[in-house]
């Protein structure tokens, strides 16, 4: 599995957490991935590499959404699209968490994740609030 194929499935999983309580999410990730081997074989490192990035990134969802609320002078998480905010997500945590993601392989994916799952507008939003984010850690 490609590392774009991966992020996707990263995506979509981080997505349910819009909609589903924290203590249902285990269940969530496992019918996620149930899902994802009914439709094509997937290796055990690629199923793990998702599944550990997933938690990863939950966990730092705190200093994550502070992060954004910090930049996004007028869209604060709470009333960004879950789309875009779980597109946003994503992108923070590989540009301030992954040393494996280098910010500008992060900030190309997270606008292609937006083309393909967000509106028209959504490319063009998750750039202007990752460009800001890139911004503040220049200043410092």
Known sequence: MKRREQRECIFQLLFRVEFNRQEEMPEQ??????????????????????????????EALPKINAMLDEV?????????????????????YEMKFDEDIPEKVAINEAVELARKFGGDE??????????KLTEKKQEK
């Open 122 to 131: 959504s490319p063009a939003f998750i750039n202007g609030i990752l460009a």
């Open 29 to 58: 990730a496992g019918m996620y991935m149930d899902d994802i081997r009914a439709e094509q074989p997937i290796q055990e490192k690629d199923e793990t590499y998702i599944l550990e990035k997933y938690s990863r990134i939950v």
């Open 72 to 92: 996004s002078t007028g869209w604060k998480t709470s009333r960004m699209g879950k789309v875009e905010l779980t597109v946003l997500r994503l992108a923070v």
